[in-house]
């Protein structure tokens, strides 16, 4: 089970061989179903776009002032195109 290389290294092929590694054959042939699947894919940790704009003030400050202000400009836009 061990790879070529490893038989090479005669003192940890020496250590690995002081253990008897059972593995019991239900874990061996356990397979997930697609919905534990999808929990699990559901529930792993997911990494934040906007951590960078959140960890300074001045990112901080935009993401509050960004929609303010896009909220603004479509309103002017409406109110131009209504006229």
């Given at each position: 089970?061990l790879?070529?290389?490893?038989?090479?290294?005669?003192?940890?092929?020496?250590?690995?061989?002081?253990?008897?590694?059972?593995?019991?054959?239900?874990?061996?042939?356990?397979?997930?179903?697609?919905w534990?699947?999808?929990?699990?894919?559901?529930?792993?940790?997911?990494?934040?776009?906007?951590e960078?704009?959140?960890?300074?003030?001045?990112?901080?400050?935009?993401?509050?002032?960004?929609?303010?202000?896009?909220?603004?400009?479509?309103?002017?836009?409406?109110w131009?195109?209504?006229?």
């Amino acid at each position: 089970m061990l790879n070529d290389e490893w038989k090479e290294e005669h003192e940890l092929q020496r250590r690995l061989d002081q253990f008897d590694v059972q593995i019991p054959k239900k874990l061996v042939t356990y397979k997930k179903s697609r919905w534990d699947r999808f929990i699990t894919y559901l529930g792993s940790p997911a990494k934040d776009p906007l951590e960078k704009w959140n960890s300074t003030s001045t990112g901080y400050t935009m993401l509050r002032i960004a929609p303010i202000i896009c909220g603004f400009v479509l309103a002017v836009v409406q109110w131009l195109s209504i006229r």
